[in-house]
T-cell receptor, first 119, second 120 residues
Framework: AQKVTQAQTEISVVEKEDVTLDCVYETRDTTYYLFWYKQPPSGELVFLIRRNSFDEQNEISGRYSWNFQKSTSSFNFTITASQVVDSAVYFCALSEPAYSGAGSYQLTFGKGTKLSVIP | KAGVTQTPRYLIKTRGQQVTLSCSPISGHRSVSWYQQTPGQGLQFLFEYFSETQRNKGNFPGRFSGRQFSNSRSEMNVSTLELGDSALYLC???????????????????FGAGSRLTVL
């Protein structure tokens, strides 16, 4: 069975601080996908990144960066110089392998981390 | 490009009633999934449809059902509503993997704004 653990339930930081959101996952699959989504107060889940299990390169996108470490089954997300607009609930998710035209794209989500950025 | 559209956005029902929620995916997306979000259980997978066929179903009772139409639009139905069914129901659509293509967008779920159901 797949499982995603986000141990941090809530985090508060002051604007411009850096913050790291932790994600630890469990899966017996050797091929899988990891995701991060953002849910602002409006409720809509917004896709941030997808990473497949073969690609352990870290990724940076503007103020966002992701550290994928297969050895520790972790996929952590760092926001540099946080802003008030970053306030949201962030979800880490895991997907089983998907094959051409078949398979299921079911996501297993963590419980989420609520980030509050204080001005 | 229009996003995933869910209707209605808010609804209130009473115990024992049934409800139907609708989801229009992004044009070209053939996979549609449904998730239930509650404060206690978080985000839980309900089911996923592709080409009008249910490919996978989460651990929910038979009162929860869904279908997908030939234009990829999807509906989910909850019968005999219970108080515990109060939740945000999220629909998501996705491209599917196609052999020989880049597939950079495949299995990336794009979510709608959700339908918030309150059961009294």
């Amino acid at each position: 069975a797949q499982k995603v653990t986000q141990a941090q339930t809530e985090i508060s930081v002051v604007e411009k601080e850096d913050v790291t959101l932790d994600c630890v996952y469990e899966t017996r699959d050797t091929t899988y996908y990891l995701f991060w989504y953002k849910q602002p107060p409006s409720g809509e889940l917004v896709f941030l990144i997808r990473r497949n299990s073969f690609d352990e390169q870290n990724e940076i996108s503007g103020r966002y960066s992701w550290n994928f470490q297969k050895s520790t089954s972790s996929f952590n997300f760092t926001i540099t110089a946080s802003q008030v607009v970053d306030s949201a609930v962030y979800f880490c998710a895991l997907s089983e392998p998907a094959y051409s035209g078949a398979g299921s794209y079911q996501l297993t989500f963590g419980k989420g981390t609520k980030l509050s950025v204080i001005p | 490009k229009a996003g995933v559209t869910q209707t209605p956005r808010y609804l209130i029902k009473t115990r024992g009633q049934q409800v139907t929620l609708s989801c229009s995916p992004i044009s070209g997306h053939r996979s549609v999934s449904w998730y239930q979000q509650t404060p206690g259980q978080g985000l839980q997978f309900l089911f996923e449809y592709f080409s009008e066929t249910q490919r996978n179903k989460g651990n929910f009772p038979g009162r929860f059902s869904g279908r997908q139409f030939s234009n990829s639009r999807s509906e989910m139905n909850v019968s005999t509503l219970e108080l515990g069914d109060s939740a945000l129901y999220l629909c998501a659509s996705s491209l599917v993997f196609i052999r020989g293509q880049g597939n950079s967008g495949a299995n990336v779920l794009t979510f709608g704004a959700g339908s918030r159901l309150t059961v009294l």
